[in-house]
């Protein structure tokens, strides 16, 4: 691929997949997260890495990911990233943003006495958003619901194969249409073998060791809703700490699929202690 096909593909996943998927999980790095929507981080990074003193379509033609030098995606990337990391203030890139296209700025909302940032309220959008191994922030004490605990006849079977064929899995990832970020973290589980497991910080080691900076919080996005779980194995993958870590949108031990992760995970040999922690070192031999 080219260094320019790179930089579209780097940009794509991020302002249409990442940071969505961060608001969706009140990631801490923004206090607040005032946007959700693909379209709206597009706006703001590209308004103030691109247009800087005017919005982004006066100084280059729409769709900016086709019309962007390879310097102008770069800065968009560079922002993006900061964004995610809390480098850079979304509440105050989105005001300027604002005030670049004459459009009345957005009222933040105001502590309350207890220093809270009121929560907003969560949009259809975001609920595509969650994912199969997104990591999630721990729930407040005293806000988990009572459900998970629930016994649930709806719960998946997900079918475990002894005999998969990790060439035909390669090849549907390949021909499939998600983006390149996400074809290069499902082909890494292709190569865990059965019995064995790695982890978020392990595949992102790999990656930047050998392909382009990312991290685990990258990869556990890039793994949301796997198309071809469960012969591609995501359930293979662990929080760094050796504990459950997601699975369908949930996290640990608590979450609504623990139980159905567990299952998996015994049935081809994985064991965990007494403290929930796994069982031996994770594997990463990636090639």
Same mark, same amino acid.
């Given at each position: 691929m080219a260094a320019l096909e790179e930089l579209q593909e780097r940009w794509r996943y991020l302002y249409q997949e990442y940071l969505p998927a961060l608001a969706a999980a009140k990631d801490t790095a923004q206090k607040q997260w005032t946007v959700h929507l693909d379209h709206c981080f597009a706006r703001i990074? &590209?308004?103030?890495?691109?247009? @800087? #003193?005017?919005?982004?379509?006066? $100084?280059?033609?729409?769709?900016?990911?086709?019309?962007?030098?390879?310097?102008?995606?770069?800065?968009a990337i560079d922002l993006a990233e900061k964004l995610a990391t809390g480098e850079a203030n979304l509440f105050e890139l989105d005001q300027k943003s604002l005030q670049l296209r004459g459009k009345k700025e957005k009222k933040r909302k105001a502590d309350d006495a207890s220093g809270k940032v009121p929560t907003p309220k969560k949009s259809k959008k975001d609920a595509t958003v969650?994912?199969?191994?997104?990591?999630?922030?721990?729930?407040?004490?005293?806000?988990?619901?009572?459900?998970?605990?629930?016994?649930?006849?709806?719960?998946?079977? &997900?079918?475990?194969?002894?005999? @998969? #064929?990790?060439?035909?899995?390669? $090849?549907?990832i390949e021909d499939s249409s998600i983006t390149a970020f996400r074809k290069q973290t499902l082909s890494?589980?292709?190569?865990?073998?059965?019995?064995?497991?790695?982890?978020?910080?392990?595949?992102?080691?790999w990656i930047s060791n050998n392909s382009h900076k990312t991290c685990a919080r990258a990869v556990g996005n890039a793994m949301r809703n796997n198309p071809f779980a469960p012969e591609v194995p995501c359930h293979r993958i662990l929080a760094g700490d050796g504990s459950l870590g997601g699975f369908k949108g949930s996290w640990g031990e608590e979450g609504k699929y623990a139980m159905l992760k567990h299952d998996l995970l015994r049935e081809e040999g994985v064991r965990f202690d007494s403290k929930g922690k796994v069982k031996g070192p994770p594997f990463r031999d990636f090639t």
């Open positions: 990074v &590209l308004d103030n890495a691109i247009g @800087v #003193d005017s919005p982004w379509t006066e $100084k280059i033609k729409s769709p900016a990911i086709k019309n962007m030098t390879a310097t102008q995606l770069q800065s969650s994912s199969y191994f997104l990591p999630s922030p721990k729930s407040p004490p005293g806000q988990k619901e009572e459900k998970d605990n629930a016994p649930d006849e709806t719960l998946p079977k &997900l079918p475990v194969k002894s005999d @998969v #064929d990790m060439s035909v899995q390669l $090849k549907r890494m589980l292709c190569q865990i073998p059965r019995g064995r497991y790695s982890t978020y910080g392990a595949m992102a080691d």
